[in-house]
Protein backbone atom coordinates (compact mmCIF):
# COMPACT_ATOMS: atom_id res chain seq x y z
CA UNK A 1 0.00 0.00 0.00
CA UNK A 2 1.66 3.51 -0.81
CA UNK A 3 2.18 5.53 2.09
CA UNK A 4 2.53 2.31 4.20
CA UNK A 5 6.08 1.93 6.14
CA UNK A 6 7.52 -1.53 7.47
CA UNK A 7 10.51 -3.52 7.88
CA UNK A 8 11.74 -5.88 5.08
CA UNK A 9 12.38 -8.50 7.84
CA UNK A 10 9.36 -10.19 9.91
CA UNK A 11 9.62 -12.67 12.15
CA UNK A 12 8.04 -15.53 13.18
CA UNK A 13 5.03 -15.02 16.09
CA UNK A 14 4.10 -18.88 17.42
CA UNK A 15 0.20 -18.95 17.77
CA UNK A 16 -0.18 -21.64 20.78
CA UNK A 17 1.52 -20.05 23.53
CA UNK A 18 0.86 -18.30 26.21
CA UNK A 19 2.71 -15.74 27.49
CA UNK A 20 3.68 -17.26 31.10
CA UNK A 21 4.92 -20.40 28.71
CA UNK A 22 6.70 -18.52 26.17
CA UNK A 23 8.48 -16.57 29.19
CA UNK A 24 9.30 -19.31 31.61
CA UNK A 25 10.66 -21.93 28.53
CA UNK A 26 14.19 -20.50 28.90
CA UNK A 27 14.06 -20.85 32.82
CA UNK A 28 15.61 -24.10 32.95
CA UNK A 29 18.37 -22.83 30.82
CA UNK A 30 19.26 -20.27 33.20
CA UNK A 31 18.66 -21.91 36.03
CA UNK A 32 21.60 -21.03 38.10
CA UNK A 33 21.87 -17.74 37.07
CA UNK A 34 20.56 -14.30 38.98
CA UNK A 35 16.97 -14.01 37.55
CA UNK A 36 15.79 -11.21 40.14
CA UNK A 37 17.46 -8.71 42.39
CA UNK A 38 16.25 -6.00 44.62
CA UNK A 39 18.73 -3.13 43.74
CA UNK A 40 18.67 -2.10 47.67
CA UNK A 41 19.35 -4.94 49.69
CA UNK A 42 20.59 -7.27 46.96
CA UNK A 43 18.54 -10.25 47.55
CA UNK A 44 18.30 -12.71 44.49
CA UNK A 45 16.45 -15.28 43.01
CA UNK A 46 17.97 -17.24 40.67
CA UNK A 47 15.95 -18.15 37.68
CA UNK A 48 15.34 -21.88 39.39
CA UNK A 49 14.02 -20.46 42.53
CA UNK A 50 11.90 -17.81 40.63
CA UNK A 51 10.50 -21.00 38.93
CA UNK A 52 9.71 -22.59 41.84
CA UNK A 53 8.08 -19.69 43.85
CA UNK A 54 6.13 -18.93 40.71
CA UNK A 55 4.57 -22.28 40.54
CA UNK A 56 4.23 -22.60 44.45
CA UNK A 57 2.20 -18.87 44.37
CA UNK A 58 0.06 -20.39 41.30
CA UNK A 59 -0.90 -23.43 43.12
CA UNK A 60 -2.19 -21.37 46.34
CA UNK A 61 -4.30 -19.24 44.25
CA UNK A 62 -6.17 -22.59 42.92
CA UNK A 63 -6.47 -23.67 46.24
CA UNK A 64 -7.67 -20.38 47.23
CA UNK A 65 -9.98 -20.44 44.29
CA UNK A 66 -8.79 -18.35 41.61
CA UNK A 67 -9.52 -19.93 38.49
CA UNK A 68 -8.99 -19.23 34.76
CA UNK A 69 -10.11 -15.28 33.31
CA UNK A 70 -10.61 -14.26 37.00
CA UNK A 71 -9.56 -10.68 37.28
CA UNK A 72 -6.07 -10.02 39.79
CA UNK A 73 -5.43 -6.44 41.10
CA UNK A 74 -1.43 -5.93 41.25
CA UNK A 75 -0.54 -2.67 43.96
CA UNK A 76 2.99 -2.64 44.43
CA UNK A 77 6.10 -0.52 43.84
CA UNK A 78 8.68 -2.99 42.05
CA UNK A 79 10.18 -6.02 43.92
CA UNK A 80 11.51 -9.17 43.26
CA UNK A 81 8.56 -10.74 44.38
CA UNK A 82 6.19 -8.83 41.81
CA UNK A 83 7.22 -11.59 39.14
CA UNK A 84 6.10 -14.17 41.01
CA UNK A 85 2.83 -12.63 41.32
CA UNK A 86 2.70 -11.61 37.84
CA UNK A 87 3.57 -15.07 36.92
CA UNK A 88 1.81 -17.21 39.06
CA UNK A 89 -1.70 -15.60 37.93
CA UNK A 90 -0.77 -15.48 34.90
CA UNK A 91 0.37 -19.33 34.67
CA UNK A 92 -3.48 -20.24 36.07
CA UNK A 93 -5.57 -18.34 33.25
CA UNK A 94 -5.53 -15.31 34.91
CA UNK A 95 -6.09 -12.02 34.14
CA UNK A 96 -3.75 -9.37 35.73
CA UNK A 97 -4.99 -5.44 35.80
CA UNK A 98 -1.77 -3.32 37.40
CA UNK A 99 -2.45 -0.06 39.20
CA UNK A 100 -0.52 2.63 40.35
CA UNK A 101 0.26 2.02 44.00
CA UNK A 102 0.77 6.00 44.24
CA UNK A 103 -3.63 6.04 43.30
CA UNK A 104 -5.89 7.36 46.26
CA UNK A 105 -9.29 5.92 46.75
CA UNK A 106 -11.14 7.03 43.74
CA UNK A 107 -9.07 6.26 41.03
CA UNK A 108 -8.45 2.79 42.72
CA UNK A 109 -12.29 2.10 43.01
CA UNK A 110 -12.42 3.56 39.09
CA UNK A 111 -10.09 0.89 38.16
CA UNK A 112 -10.86 -2.41 40.10
CA UNK A 113 -14.35 -1.78 39.30
CA UNK A 114 -14.21 -1.23 35.99
CA UNK A 115 -11.84 -4.10 35.29
CA UNK A 116 -13.50 -6.38 37.76
CA UNK A 117 -11.28 -7.40 39.71
CA UNK A 118 -11.89 -10.22 42.28
CA UNK A 119 -9.39 -10.56 43.68
CA UNK A 120 -5.89 -8.08 44.71
CA UNK A 121 -2.25 -8.26 45.67
CA UNK A 122 -1.05 -4.73 47.42
CA UNK A 123 2.08 -3.90 49.12
CA UNK A 124 1.14 -2.61 52.85
CA UNK A 125 1.94 0.62 52.66
CA UNK A 126 -1.30 1.03 50.25
CA UNK A 127 -3.79 -1.21 52.68
CA UNK A 128 -5.41 1.91 54.65
CA UNK A 129 -6.19 3.61 50.91
CA UNK A 130 -7.35 0.02 49.66
CA UNK A 131 -9.35 -0.75 52.90
CA UNK A 132 -11.42 2.67 52.25
CA UNK A 133 -13.11 1.25 48.76
CA UNK A 134 -16.41 -0.11 48.47
CA UNK A 135 -15.67 -3.00 46.54
CA UNK A 136 -15.45 -6.51 48.00
CA UNK A 137 -13.11 -9.37 47.08
CA UNK A 138 -13.26 -13.24 47.07
CA UNK A 139 -9.45 -12.71 48.19
CA UNK A 140 -7.12 -10.21 49.37
CA UNK A 141 -3.04 -10.82 50.05
CA UNK A 142 -0.57 -8.64 51.11
CA UNK A 143 3.22 -7.96 50.37
CA UNK A 144 4.02 -8.17 54.61
CA UNK A 145 1.51 -8.12 57.38
CA UNK A 146 -2.35 -6.57 57.39
CA UNK A 147 -5.64 -7.69 59.14
CA UNK A 148 -7.91 -9.54 57.02
CA UNK A 149 -5.41 -9.90 54.16
CA UNK A 150 -3.50 -13.31 53.17
CA UNK A 151 0.24 -12.78 53.39
CA UNK A 152 2.66 -13.55 50.33
CA UNK A 153 4.90 -15.40 52.36
CA UNK A 154 2.10 -17.28 53.52
CA UNK A 155 1.23 -18.07 49.68
CA UNK A 156 4.82 -19.15 48.49
CA UNK A 157 5.33 -21.73 51.14
CA UNK A 158 2.60 -23.60 49.26
CA UNK A 159 4.08 -27.57 48.06
CA UNK A 160 3.19 -26.22 44.52
CA UNK A 161 1.02 -29.14 43.81
CA UNK A 162 -1.91 -27.61 42.60
CA UNK A 163 0.05 -26.00 40.21
CA UNK A 164 -2.29 -26.09 36.64
CA UNK A 165 -0.43 -28.34 33.59
CA UNK A 166 -3.11 -28.07 31.46
CA UNK A 167 -4.62 -24.77 31.67
CA UNK A 168 -6.74 -24.57 28.05
CA UNK A 169 -5.49 -20.70 26.79
CA UNK A 170 -6.28 -19.24 23.38
CA UNK A 171 -3.57 -17.30 22.76
CA UNK A 172 -5.27 -14.87 20.68
CA UNK A 173 -8.80 -14.27 22.41
CA UNK A 174 -7.93 -14.96 25.46
CA UNK A 175 -7.19 -11.91 27.52
CA UNK A 176 -3.45 -11.63 29.37
CA UNK A 177 -3.44 -8.47 31.26
CA UNK A 178 -5.43 -5.22 31.57
CA UNK A 179 -3.08 -2.28 31.78
CA UNK A 180 -5.32 0.91 31.86
CA UNK A 181 -5.05 3.95 29.61
CA UNK A 182 -6.88 7.08 28.50
CA UNK A 183 -6.01 6.21 25.23
CA UNK A 184 -6.56 9.61 22.85
CA UNK A 185 -8.86 10.97 25.09
CA UNK A 186 -11.00 10.60 28.25
CA UNK A 187 -11.41 8.75 31.80
CA UNK A 188 -8.56 5.62 31.81
CA UNK A 189 -9.81 2.46 30.02
CA UNK A 190 -9.01 -1.06 30.27
CA UNK A 191 -6.81 -2.02 27.61
CA UNK A 192 -7.47 -5.82 26.57
CA UNK A 193 -4.49 -7.27 25.37
CA UNK A 194 -4.00 -11.10 24.63
CA UNK A 195 -1.46 -13.35 25.09
CA UNK A 196 -0.73 -13.54 21.67
CA UNK A 197 -0.41 -9.51 21.79
CA UNK A 198 2.40 -10.17 24.07
CA UNK A 199 4.04 -12.78 22.38
CA UNK A 200 4.35 -10.84 19.56
CA UNK A 201 5.28 -8.05 21.30
CA UNK A 202 8.66 -9.88 22.41
CA UNK A 203 9.65 -12.01 19.44
CA UNK A 204 9.12 -8.14 17.66
CA UNK A 205 11.85 -6.96 20.30
CA UNK A 206 13.76 -10.12 20.34
CA UNK A 207 15.07 -9.64 16.74
CA UNK A 208 19.16 -9.31 16.89
CA UNK A 209 18.78 -6.02 14.67
CA UNK A 210 16.26 -4.26 17.38
CA UNK A 211 18.05 -6.28 20.05
CA UNK A 212 21.75 -7.48 19.74
CA UNK A 213 22.96 -11.03 21.27
CA UNK A 214 25.40 -8.82 23.66
CA UNK A 215 22.04 -7.63 25.67
CA UNK A 216 20.56 -10.81 26.39
CA UNK A 217 21.71 -12.15 30.02
CA UNK A 218 22.80 -8.89 30.98
CA UNK A 219 22.31 -6.85 34.29
CA UNK A 220 18.96 -4.81 33.36
CA UNK A 221 17.68 -2.02 35.96
CA UNK A 222 14.46 -1.70 36.27
CA UNK A 223 13.67 1.34 38.45
CA UNK A 224 10.77 2.37 35.46
CA UNK A 225 7.43 0.73 37.16
CA UNK A 226 6.11 -2.49 36.44
CA UNK A 227 2.62 -1.57 36.15
CA UNK A 228 3.16 0.53 33.13
CA UNK A 229 3.92 -1.01 29.60
CA UNK A 230 7.30 -0.21 29.54
CA UNK A 231 8.43 -1.89 32.98
CA UNK A 232 6.22 -4.49 32.68
CA UNK A 233 6.74 -6.03 28.95
CA UNK A 234 9.89 -4.07 27.91
CA UNK A 235 12.29 -4.20 30.79
CA UNK A 236 10.87 -7.77 32.67
CA UNK A 237 9.19 -9.82 30.48
CA UNK A 238 11.64 -9.19 27.84
CA UNK A 239 14.53 -9.59 30.22
CA UNK A 240 13.64 -12.72 31.97
CA UNK A 241 12.98 -14.11 28.98
CA UNK A 242 16.34 -13.55 27.77
CA UNK A 243 17.75 -14.61 30.93
CA UNK A 244 18.70 -10.68 32.41
CA UNK A 245 19.00 -10.33 35.74
CA UNK A 246 16.37 -7.67 36.42
CA UNK A 247 17.51 -5.42 39.06
CA UNK A 248 14.62 -4.06 41.00
CA UNK A 249 13.83 -0.39 42.53
CA UNK A 250 10.96 0.73 44.10
CA UNK A 251 11.45 4.44 43.13
CA UNK A 252 13.75 6.76 41.73
CA UNK A 253 15.79 7.87 44.30
CA UNK A 254 19.25 9.62 42.88
CA UNK A 255 21.55 7.54 45.33
CA UNK A 256 20.29 4.02 45.29
CA UNK A 257 19.53 4.48 41.66
CA UNK A 258 23.26 5.32 41.20
CA UNK A 259 24.56 2.65 43.36
CA UNK A 260 22.66 -0.08 42.06
CA UNK A 261 24.09 0.53 38.72
CA UNK A 262 27.70 0.06 40.24
CA UNK A 263 27.18 -2.89 42.70
CA UNK A 264 24.91 -4.54 40.35
CA UNK A 265 27.22 -3.83 37.81
CA UNK A 266 24.37 -2.84 35.41
CA UNK A 267 24.28 -2.75 31.94
CA UNK A 268 20.97 -1.77 30.43
CA UNK A 269 18.41 0.85 31.61
CA UNK A 270 15.49 1.99 30.77
CA UNK A 271 14.49 5.57 31.00
CA UNK A 272 12.00 8.37 30.47
CA UNK A 273 13.49 11.91 29.60
CA UNK A 274 13.24 12.98 33.09
CA UNK A 275 16.07 10.58 34.13
CA UNK A 276 17.90 11.23 31.28
CA UNK A 277 18.50 14.80 32.37
CA UNK A 278 19.47 13.73 35.65
CA UNK A 279 22.38 11.23 33.95
CA UNK A 280 23.37 14.03 32.41
CA UNK A 281 23.12 17.28 34.98
CA UNK A 282 23.58 15.72 38.62
CA UNK A 283 27.05 16.54 40.49
CA UNK A 284 25.85 13.27 42.42
CA UNK A 285 26.36 11.00 38.87
CA UNK A 286 30.15 11.37 39.17
CA UNK A 287 30.45 9.94 42.35
CA UNK A 288 29.65 6.71 41.85
CA UNK A 289 31.26 3.89 38.99
CA UNK A 290 28.90 3.40 36.25
CA UNK A 291 31.65 2.10 33.79
CA UNK A 292 29.48 -0.78 33.11
CA UNK A 293 26.50 0.82 31.77
CA UNK A 294 26.70 0.52 28.04
CA UNK A 295 23.12 0.53 26.61
CA UNK A 296 20.24 3.32 27.33
CA UNK A 297 16.53 3.00 26.18
CA UNK A 298 14.04 5.85 26.82
CA UNK A 299 10.89 6.03 25.68
CA UNK A 300 7.26 7.41 27.21
CA UNK A 301 7.99 10.76 26.15
CA UNK A 302 10.04 12.94 23.23
CA UNK A 303 14.12 13.77 24.32
CA UNK A 304 15.90 15.72 22.42
CA UNK A 305 18.95 14.80 20.40
CA UNK A 306 21.17 17.31 21.56
CA UNK A 307 20.65 15.56 25.37
CA UNK A 308 20.78 12.15 23.71
CA UNK A 309 24.33 12.91 22.32
CA UNK A 310 25.67 14.19 25.23
CA UNK A 311 24.98 11.45 27.31
CA UNK A 312 26.37 8.70 24.49
CA UNK A 313 29.56 10.93 25.16
CA UNK A 314 29.42 10.96 28.52
CA UNK A 315 29.04 7.39 29.67
CA UNK A 316 30.80 6.41 26.30
CA UNK A 317 27.63 4.15 25.45
CA UNK A 318 27.59 1.43 22.74
CA UNK A 319 23.66 2.67 22.38
CA UNK A 320 21.47 4.58 22.67
CA UNK A 321 17.92 4.06 21.82
CA UNK A 322 14.68 5.82 21.64
CA UNK A 323 11.25 4.29 20.83
CA UNK A 324 7.89 4.82 20.64
CA UNK A 325 4.86 3.35 21.59
CA UNK A 326 1.63 3.34 23.66
CA UNK A 327 -0.05 0.56 25.94
CA UNK A 328 -2.86 -0.26 23.30
CA UNK A 329 0.12 -1.63 21.15
CA UNK A 330 2.15 -3.45 24.35
CA UNK A 331 4.33 -0.17 24.61
CA UNK A 332 6.27 -0.77 21.64
CA UNK A 333 5.81 0.34 18.00
CA UNK A 334 9.13 1.79 16.45
CA UNK A 335 13.07 1.55 17.49
CA UNK A 336 16.02 2.16 15.56
CA UNK A 337 16.10 -0.93 13.63
CA UNK A 338 19.72 -0.95 14.06
CA UNK A 339 20.80 -0.30 17.36
CA UNK A 340 23.54 1.95 16.88
CA UNK A 341 21.96 3.99 14.31
CA UNK A 342 19.58 6.67 14.51
CA UNK A 343 18.27 10.17 13.19
CA UNK A 344 18.28 12.95 15.69
CA UNK A 345 14.71 13.69 16.42
CA UNK A 346 12.95 10.33 15.27
CA UNK A 347 11.69 7.60 17.35
CA UNK A 348 13.40 5.27 14.69
CA UNK A 349 11.67 2.71 12.15
CA UNK A 350 8.85 0.63 12.44
CA UNK A 351 9.76 -2.86 14.91
CA UNK A 352 9.62 -6.05 12.38
CA UNK A 353 5.74 -7.32 11.83
CA UNK A 354 4.66 -4.06 11.80
CA UNK A 355 3.20 -1.27 9.33
CA UNK A 356 2.96 2.33 9.86
CA UNK A 357 1.04 5.53 8.13
CA UNK A 358 0.21 9.04 8.04
CA UNK A 359 -3.14 9.84 7.37
CA UNK A 360 -4.64 13.16 6.72
CA UNK A 361 -6.47 14.96 9.41
CA UNK A 362 -9.34 15.39 7.10
CA UNK A 363 -9.77 13.54 4.24
CA UNK A 364 -8.33 10.16 6.19
CA UNK A 365 -5.90 9.91 2.72
CA UNK A 366 -2.70 8.24 3.31
CA UNK A 367 0.09 10.77 3.05
CA UNK A 368 3.43 10.12 0.91
CA UNK A 369 6.79 10.86 2.16
CA UNK A 370 7.31 13.99 4.78
CA UNK A 371 3.72 14.78 5.19
CA UNK A 372 2.20 15.64 8.43
CA UNK A 373 -1.08 13.49 9.33
CA UNK A 374 -1.97 11.15 12.19
CA UNK A 375 -0.04 8.13 12.60
CA UNK A 376 -2.07 4.55 12.54
CA UNK A 377 -0.58 1.13 13.26
CA UNK A 378 -0.79 -1.96 12.61
CA UNK A 379 0.87 -5.40 14.22
CA UNK A 380 0.18 -8.59 15.87
CA UNK A 381 1.14 -6.31 19.37
CA UNK A 382 -1.77 -4.45 18.44
CA UNK A 383 -4.36 -4.49 21.76
CA UNK A 384 -7.70 -6.63 21.35
CA UNK A 385 -9.82 -3.60 22.46
CA UNK A 386 -10.97 -1.84 25.36
CA UNK A 387 -12.91 -3.62 27.89
CA UNK A 388 -16.66 -3.44 27.57
CA UNK A 389 -16.28 -0.12 25.48
CA UNK A 390 -17.42 -1.25 22.22
CA UNK A 391 -17.73 2.73 20.93
CA UNK A 392 -14.60 4.18 22.55
CA UNK A 393 -12.22 1.06 20.52
CA UNK A 394 -14.45 1.51 17.02
CA UNK A 395 -13.70 4.90 17.29
CA UNK A 396 -9.49 3.99 17.45
CA UNK A 397 -9.73 0.94 16.35
CA UNK A 398 -11.06 -0.11 12.86
CA UNK A 399 -12.02 -2.62 10.86
CA UNK A 400 -8.81 -3.48 9.36
CA UNK A 401 -6.61 -3.45 12.34
CA UNK A 402 -5.54 0.04 11.86
CA UNK A 403 -5.31 1.80 15.53
CA UNK A 404 -5.21 5.77 15.47
CA UNK A 405 -2.84 6.60 17.90
CA UNK A 406 -3.37 10.57 18.01
CA UNK A 407 0.16 11.58 17.19
CA UNK A 408 0.61 13.41 14.13
CA UNK A 409 4.13 13.57 12.06
CA UNK A 410 5.67 12.17 9.48
CA UNK A 411 8.40 9.65 7.87
CA UNK A 412 11.27 10.38 5.55
CA UNK A 413 13.01 9.01 2.69
CA UNK A 414 14.36 6.01 4.29
CA UNK A 415 11.36 5.40 6.59
CA UNK A 416 12.22 7.24 9.59
CA UNK A 417 9.27 8.25 12.11
CA UNK A 418 8.72 11.74 13.30
CA UNK A 419 6.63 12.84 15.85
CA UNK A 420 5.73 16.47 15.79
CA UNK A 421 2.71 17.08 18.18
CA UNK A 422 0.08 14.99 19.73
CA UNK A 423 -3.95 15.15 18.85
CA UNK A 424 -4.60 13.53 21.46
CA UNK A 425 -5.24 15.75 24.98
CA UNK A 426 -3.59 12.98 27.37
CA UNK A 427 -0.69 14.89 29.15
CA UNK A 428 2.37 13.24 30.10
CA UNK A 429 4.26 13.78 33.26
CA UNK A 430 7.75 11.83 33.46
CA UNK A 431 6.32 9.55 31.04
CA UNK A 432 3.16 9.38 32.94
CA UNK A 433 -0.55 9.44 31.83
CA UNK A 434 -2.41 12.35 32.99
CA UNK A 435 -5.87 12.90 31.37
CA UNK A 436 -7.14 16.30 31.80
CA UNK A 437 -10.87 15.22 31.68
CA UNK A 438 -9.67 13.53 34.85
CA UNK A 439 -8.33 16.53 36.64
CA UNK A 440 -11.69 18.44 35.22
CA UNK A 441 -14.23 16.51 36.72
CA UNK A 442 -12.44 16.56 39.80
CA UNK A 443 -12.42 20.47 39.66
CA UNK A 444 -16.00 20.62 38.78
CA UNK A 445 -16.97 18.83 42.42
CA UNK A 446 -15.17 21.58 44.16
CA UNK A 447 -17.72 23.46 45.85
CA UNK A 448 -16.55 27.06 44.86
CA UNK A 449 -15.71 26.09 41.35
CA UNK A 450 -18.10 26.37 38.48
CA UNK A 451 -16.20 25.21 35.64
CA UNK A 452 -12.90 23.89 34.38
CA UNK A 453 -10.33 23.07 31.86
CA UNK A 454 -6.53 21.56 32.25
CA UNK A 455 -3.97 21.74 29.57
CA UNK A 456 -0.07 20.40 29.66
CA UNK A 457 2.36 23.25 29.96
CA UNK A 458 6.42 22.40 28.68
CA UNK A 459 8.49 22.03 31.47
CA UNK A 460 12.06 21.21 31.01
CA UNK A 461 12.33 18.41 33.64
CA UNK A 462 8.76 16.50 33.68
CA UNK A 463 8.53 16.89 30.12
CA UNK A 464 4.39 18.69 30.95
CA UNK A 465 2.64 19.53 33.61
CA UNK A 466 -0.81 20.47 34.15
CA UNK A 467 -2.29 23.57 34.65
CA UNK A 468 -5.87 24.52 34.89
CA UNK A 469 -7.80 27.37 34.48
CA UNK A 470 -11.01 27.65 36.74
CA UNK A 471 -13.81 29.98 36.61
CA UNK A 472 -15.05 30.70 40.30
CA UNK A 473 -18.79 30.01 41.36
CA UNK A 474 -18.45 33.47 43.46
CA UNK A 475 -16.20 35.70 41.14
CA UNK A 476 -15.48 37.74 44.63
CA UNK A 477 -15.32 34.87 46.56
CA UNK A 478 -11.63 34.09 48.93
CA UNK A 479 -10.58 30.57 46.55
CA UNK A 480 -6.83 30.88 46.31
CA UNK A 481 -4.25 29.22 43.32
CA UNK A 482 -2.89 27.12 46.21
CA UNK A 483 -6.27 26.01 47.79
CA UNK A 484 -7.42 24.70 44.12
CA UNK A 485 -3.85 22.70 44.14
CA UNK A 486 -4.03 21.02 47.89
CA UNK A 487 -7.65 20.25 46.88
CA UNK A 488 -6.07 18.17 44.17
CA UNK A 489 -3.11 16.63 45.37
CA UNK A 490 -5.29 15.46 48.24
CA UNK A 491 -7.42 13.74 45.62
CA UNK A 492 -5.19 12.35 43.17
CA UNK A 493 -2.06 10.55 42.56
CA UNK A 494 1.09 12.72 43.00
CA UNK A 495 1.98 12.72 39.11
CA UNK A 496 -1.62 14.53 38.69
CA UNK A 497 -0.73 17.85 40.64
CA UNK A 498 -1.66 20.97 39.42
CA UNK A 499 2.64 21.76 39.02
CA UNK A 500 1.45 24.23 36.36
CA UNK A 501 -0.57 26.70 38.63
CA UNK A 502 -3.93 27.30 38.35
CA UNK A 503 -5.42 30.77 36.59
CA UNK A 504 -8.97 32.32 37.66
CA UNK A 505 -11.06 33.03 34.21
CA UNK A 506 -14.01 34.39 33.55
CA UNK A 507 -14.13 32.36 30.41
CA UNK A 508 -13.07 29.12 28.97
CA UNK A 509 -12.87 28.44 25.25
CA UNK A 510 -15.16 26.10 23.95
CA UNK A 511 -16.47 25.03 20.68
CA UNK A 512 -20.17 25.07 19.33
CA UNK A 513 -20.88 21.82 21.00
CA UNK A 514 -19.27 22.70 24.14
CA UNK A 515 -15.94 21.19 23.89
CA UNK A 516 -13.07 22.86 25.58
CA UNK A 517 -10.68 24.02 22.61
CA UNK A 518 -7.60 23.08 25.01
CA UNK A 519 -5.14 24.17 21.73
CA UNK A 520 -6.61 27.80 22.24
CA UNK A 521 -6.00 27.66 25.90
CA UNK A 522 -2.88 26.83 25.74
CA UNK A 523 -2.01 29.62 22.91
CA UNK A 524 -3.28 31.86 24.88
CA UNK A 525 -0.60 30.69 27.77
CA UNK A 526 2.13 30.60 25.42
CA UNK A 527 1.17 34.31 24.27
CA UNK A 528 1.11 35.28 27.78
CA UNK A 529 4.65 34.63 28.63
CA UNK A 530 5.80 36.20 25.81
CA UNK A 531 4.38 39.93 27.10
Excluded at 180 to 202: D, E, F, P, Q, W
Excluded at 345 to 355: D, W
Excluded at 370 to 393: C, H, S, V
Aim: proline share 5%.
Amino acid sequence: MAGVVRQSITVPIPEDISLYQFVSRNFAANADRPAVTDGITGKTYKYKELDRLIKCFASALVKKGVKKGDVVAIISSNCIDWAVVYYGVLAIGGIVTTCNHMYTENEFNHQLKDSGAQYLVAEESCIPTINKLDITFKEKFVFGVAEGYISYVDMISDSGDQFPTNVQINPKKDICILPYSSGTTGVAKGVMLSHYNLVACLQQGHHEAVKPEDLKRVPVLAVLPFYHAFGMIILLASGLRDGAQIVTLPRFEPNSFLKAIQDCKVRHIGIVPPLALFLLKSPLVDKYDLSSLTDIGCGAAPLGGEIMNAIIAKFNLKRFNQGYGMTESCGILTLPFECNKYKIGSVGTPIPNTELKFVDLNTKEVLPVNKDGELWARGPQIMMGYLNRPEETANCLDSDGWLRTGDVGHYDEEGHIFIVERLKELIKYKGFQVPPAELEALLKCHEDIADAAVIGIDDEEAGEVPRAIVIKKNPEGDLTEKMVQDYVAANVAPHKKLRGGVEFVTQIPKSASGKILRRIIKEQYVASLRK
